[in-house]
């Protein structure tokens, strides 16, 4: 007697898909912190400014220190060329200084998939209401854009990277040994994502910590951010 074998386990329907927009570099602003696309001539002087003297805010990242400000105005010039990467520079409204970059990359619209990288905040910035608010409003446009898929990918030996992600909702989906050779040394890659069905609860958690009211008089938060998109994550990064 024949017996047929049974179906093969296959993925679940995405109904009506279509595959969203690349990023254009439109101008995102928020209560705290407005982002513009990179521009050597606009941005590259003040920024070299933000993080001159602070060499340490180079560690992970596979270019720079910058010895002269007309050094980063040349990097500035070249990445700023390219759509993916794409460079926003990032102002903090709150001091009226631009204070550090990020960008969108490994933009595969096809798939539904972007990553947020290239972050580096120069020392005025780094926990500030603005620096939350900028990872707020990049993760904002692409899940509203229509990505399904919004990653983080840092150094493993990483550990501010690896804590600020869990922090902003990402979830830890392990570590790729070996992955790349940055300024002459091993990289140990760690992933982390937040998916779009996240997406509204993580939302509503941004919305909440941002709010004044989650502030006291001297600007310190009431509510933790990490404790509400604990809720929301998938998994949590074991190392820490």
Request: hydrophobic share 40%; charged share 20%; aromatic share 12%.
């Amino acid at each position: 007697m024949l017996t047929e074998n049974p179906p093969a386990p296959l993925g679940s329907l995405v109904p009506n898909w279509t595959a969203p927009a690349r990023p254009s570099g439109v101008p995102l602003e928020g209560q705290y912190v407005r982002l513009e696309r990179l521009n050597p001539e606009r941005h590259a002087a003040l920024l070299f400014n933000a993080y001159e003297g602070h060499d340490a805010v180079w560690d992970y990242l596979p270019y720079g220190p910058f010895s002269s400000s007309a050094k980063y105005h040349r990097w500035v010039r070249d990445a700023s060329a390219h759509d993916d990467p794409l460079f926003y520079a990032i102002k903090n409204l709150e001091t009226g200084h631009w204070e550090g970059v990020a960008s969108y990359l490994r933009i595969a619209a096809d798939a539904g998939s972007i990553e947020v990288g290239n972050i580096n905040y120069g020392p005025a910035l780094q926990r500030t209401r603005a620096s939350t608010e900028a990872m707020f409003l990049m993760m904002q446009w692409a899940f509203e854009a229509g990505y399904r898929r919004y990653e983080w990918k840092c150094n493993a030996l990483n550990a501010p990277s690896r804590r600020a992600a869990q922090r902003l909702g990402f979830s830890f989906e392990g570590v790729f040994r070996q992955a790349l050779v940055v300024k002459g040394r091993n990289r140990d890659t760690a992933w982390f994502a937040a998916i779009d069905s996240e997406w509204p609860a993580l939302k509503e958690a941004y919305a909440t910590w941002l709010s004044p009211a989650n502030f006291d008089k001297d600007g310190q938060q009431i509510e933790r951010l990490g404790d509400m998109t604990g809720l929301v994550r998938d998994a949590s990064d074991p190392t820490l």
